[in-house]
């Protein structure tokens, strides 16, 4: 069975700061890796979708990486502002389900200005 | 383009009743999936539709069902509520495997139906 860990669960950092979150997961066998921003009451906005045989993705300040044989995913935000502050969940598809994804706890960004 | 629109945005129901939730896709997508959202669990995959087909399902339940129709429409419909049912339902909708766009696979999540269950 697939499990998705997100790390850290909650960071709070200053306003400007780059940073990078982590997720893993378990099963390698992965059709491709979402990243997920939630605010608080609302549904998720998709930010950056890596194929199963991409190693990474980018758009806007927004990095993603994947290194699948390792079972790792991290999203890198650059110059952080107040309105990152948020929810970021990533989420794998399984090879035979595109569609069917398992989500990692998300990590609870505050970036104070 | 209008976004995938969930209704109701709340409800409130009583233990043993069943209730059904509506969520209408963006325009030619034809996969539609639902999660369930709760503190404790996280997000959960209920169920996928594809061209009014059932093609994946969580573990969930029999309470837990689902439908779509030939417009792309879904409804789920949850019966003999529990306390736990309590939570925020997410519908998602994406193009569908039948493409062969390396996008097609990106959900737009709707803004989910918050059921409280009493």
């Known amino acids: 069975k697939q499990e998705v860990t997100q790390i850290p669960a909650a960071l709070s950092v200053p306003e400007g700061e780059n940073l990078v979150l982590n997720c893993s997961f378990t099963d390698s066998a992965i059709y491709n890796l979402q990243w997920f921003r939630q605010d608080p009451g609302k549904g998720l906005t998709s930010l950056l979708l890596?194929?199963?045989?991409?190693r990474e993705q980018t758009s806007g300040r927004l990095n993603a990486s994947l290194d699948k044989s390792s079972g790792r995913s991290t999203l890198y935000i650059a110059a952080s502002q107040p309105g990152d502050s948020a929810t970021y969940l990533c989420?794998?598809?399984?090879?035979?389900?595109?569609?069917?994804?398992?989500f990692g706890g998300g990590t609870r960004l505050m970036v104070k200005p | 383009k209008a976004g995938v629109t969930q209704t109701p945005r709340y409800l409130i129901k009583t233990r043993g009743q069943q209730v059904t939730l509506s969520c209408s896709p963006i325009?030619?997508?034809?996969?539609v999936s639902w999660y369930q959202q709760t503190p404790g669990q996280g997000l959960q995959f209920l169920f996928e539709?594809?061209?009014?087909?059932?093609?994946n399902k969580g573990n969930f339940p029999g309470r837990f069902s689902g439908r779509q129709f030939s417009n792309s429409r879904s409804e789920m419909n949850v019966s003999t509520l529990e306390l736990g049912d309590s939570a925020l339902y997410l519908c998602?909708?994406?193009?569908?495997?039948?493409?062969?766009?390396?996008?097609?696979?990106?959900?737009?999540f709707g803004a989910g139906t918050r059921l409280s269950v009493l």
């Open positions: 325009s030619g997508h034809r996969s």
């Open positions: 989420a794998v598809a399984p090879n035979n389900a595109g569609n069917m994804l398992t």
């Open positions: 890596i194929q199963s045989s991409q």
């Open positions: 998602a909708s994406s193009l569908g495997t039948s493409y062969s766009l390396a996008n097609k696979n990106i959900q737009y």
């Open positions: 539709y594809f061209s009014e087909t059932q093609r």
